[in-house]
């Protein structure tokens, strides 16, 4: 059984990695060419190559659990058409110890596919943005920015709540064009700061720099509004700096630990979290998509060899992983207009389409 194993994964692993290695080239010369784009803008082409280069991990994320189809289909095809997989299933592999081999490979594609989503990709993303941020007067995030809340408990047993608007972040850490307005219990405006640079720490205690700070008193005391402005104000948050971090990103950009920070933050402070619950739950279940593509790609093996060339298995798996690609985001938008519950929107599309490789495998085994 050993030999068994060694010969399979051997050849299915190098199919799936030449695949891989094929969609990454197609890619990056995809990247490169839209980044030379930007040479009027004063990047040059080892920059445009680069930042090519940089975006690669995140691409290798979404299109692995294809490439494990792909390459599986070819692999296993090659063997059925040459007939070693008859020859193997005569020497004793059953359609249980061949599913159980090829569960035992998907885990390993399953890892490298976390791997790359969740430390790979974040990391090159991070570097691809500080190169571009360098010519763009070191600011990473520009457009939209971030709007943020907090509730604080008061000593007099009300509570303050605030609402903070961030526009970016700098190369340096620093938070870009900070505004945060205090409101009391009963929704009444109380104070108004501003501040072009602000740093938070991992406790949630912000330092906000040379800022305008508008106050309104109660009015039949004071109806004036005061203002004054400070070098700087000591603000104690329970925004933290990877609850803002993640709140600067796109939800499709997070990773799963960020996700999952940020719809507790959401919860907490009762605000709608339902589109950053199903990404969560689409990015932990996304690297299990390997063991469906697999299980989609072993009934490939037991067709026969006259049953269509290699190259009509190969387009049939390409239409499989761009439908299940197809319905993985339809059922996230899906879900989000009918208010489903997230991971049954996430785990829908891998469930059903394991269902339909386990149907097919199962009637291929009993009567092919």
Same mark, same amino acid.
Not at 141 to 156: E, I, M, T, V
Not at 186 to 197: G, H, T, V
Not at 243 to 254: Q, R, Y
């Given at each position: 059984?050993?030999?068994?194993?060694?010969?399979?994964?051997?050849?299915?692993?190098?199919?799936?990695?030449?695949?891989?290695?094929?969609?990454?080239?197609? !890619?990056? !010369?995809?990247?490169?060419?839209?980044?030379?784009?930007?040479?009027?803008?004063?990047?040059?082409?080892?920059?445009?190559?680069?930042?090519?280069?940089?975006?690669?991990?995140?691409?290798?994320?979404?299109? !692995?659990?294809?490439?494990?189809?792909?390459?599986?289909?070819?692999?296993?095809?090659?063997?059925?058409?040459?007939?070693?997989?008859?020859?193997?299933?005569?020497?004793?592999?059953?359609?249980?110890?061949?599913?159980?081999?090829?569960?035992?490979?998907?885990?390993?594609?399953?890892?490298?596919?976390?791997?790359?989503?969740?430390?790979?990709?974040?990391?090159?993303?991070?570097?691809?943005?500080?190169?571009?941020?360098?010519?763009?007067?070191?600011?990473?995030?520009?457009?939209?920015?971030?709007?943020?809340?907090?509730?604080?408990?008061?000593?007099?047993?009300?509570?303050?709540?605030?609402?903070?608007?961030?526009?970016g972040a700098?190369?340096?850490?620093?938070?870009?064009?900070?505004?945060?307005?205090?409101?009391?219990?009963?929704?009444?405006?109380?104070?108004?700061?501003?501040?072009?640079?602000a740093l938070?720490?991992?406790?949630?205690?912000?330092?906000?720099?040379?800022?305008?700070?508008?106050?309104?008193?109660?009015?039949?005391?004071?109806?004036?509004?005061?203002?004054?402005?400070?070098?700087?104000?000591?603000?104690?948050?329970?925004?933290?700096?990877?609850?803002?971090?993640?709140?600067?990103?796109?939800?499709?950009?997070?990773?799963?630990?960020?996700?999952?920070?940020y719809t507790?933050?959401?919860?907490?402070?009762?605000?709608?979290?339902?589109?950053?619950?199903?990404?969560?739950?689409?990015?932990?279940?996304?690297?299990?998509?390997?063991?469906?593509?697999?299980?989609?790609?072993?009934?490939?093996?037991?067709?026969?060899?006259?049953?269509?060339?290699?190259?009509?298995?190969?387009?049939?798996?390409?239409?499989?992983?761009?439908? !299940?690609?197809?319905?993985?985001?339809?059922?996230?938008?899906?879900?989000?207009?009918?208010?489903?519950?997230?991971?049954?929107?996430?785990?829908?599309?891998?469930?059903?389409?394991?269902?339909?490789?386990?149907?097919?495998?199962?009637?291929?085994?009993?009567?092919?």
């Open positions: 059984m050993k030999t068994v194993r060694r010969l399979l994964y051997r050849d299915v692993v190098v199919t799936v990695m030449f695949v891989a290695l094929a969609f990454m080239a197609l !890619f990056f !010369f995809i990247g490169f060419v839209e980044e030379l784009e930007r040479l009027r803008q004063g990047a040059g082409p080892a920059r445009a190559a680069a930042l090519a280069l940089l975006d690669l991990p995140g691409q290798f994320y979404e299109v !692995f659990p294809i490439a494990v189809l792909i390459g599986t289909i070819i692999s296993l095809a090659r063997m059925a058409q040459s007939s070693e997989f008859t020859i193997l299933r005569t020497g004793g592999l059953g359609p249980g110890r061949a599913l159980g081999l090829l569960s035992l490979l998907a885990a390993g594609f399953a890892v490298l596919t976390f791997v790359a989503g969740d430390w790979l990709a974040p990391a090159a993303d991070q570097w691809g943005q500080r190169l571009r941020a360098s010519g763009n007067q070191g600011l990473l995030q520009q457009a939209g920015g971030a709007w943020l809340k907090d509730r604080q408990p008061q000593s007099d047993g009300t509570e303050r709540l605030y609402t903070v608007s961030v526009a700098s190369l340096d850490g620093q938070l870009e064009r900070v505004r945060v307005f205090a409101f009391d219990d009963q929704n009444r405006l109380l104070e108004r700061w501003e501040a072009p640079k938070v720490d991992g406790n949630g205690a912000w330092v906000l720099l040379d800022v305008r700070r508008l106050r309104w008193p109660n009015a039949i005391q004071t109806p004036d509004v005061l203002e004054e402005h400070l070098p700087l104000l000591n603000w104690q948050s329970r925004l933290t700096r990877s609850v803002v971090s993640a709140a600067l990103l796109k939800a499709s950009d997070m990773s799963t630990a960020e996700l999952f920070t507790r933050h959401l919860s907490a402070q009762e605000q709608s979290a339902q589109r950053y619950e199903i990404q969560f739950w689409r990015k932990a279940l996304y690297p299990l998509a390997c063991f469906v593509m697999v299980a989609l790609a072993l009934p490939f093996a037991y067709l026969h060899a006259r049953a269509g060339g290699i190259s009509a298995k190969v387009f049939g798996g390409i239409m499989l992983g761009i439908s !299940f690609v197809l319905l993985n985001n339809l059922a996230g938008h899906v879900g989000l207009l009918k208010n489903w519950t997230p991971w049954a929107v996430a785990a829908a599309p891998s469930l059903l389409y394991l269902a339909l490789s386990m149907s097919a495998f199962t009637w291929l085994v009993r009567y092919r």
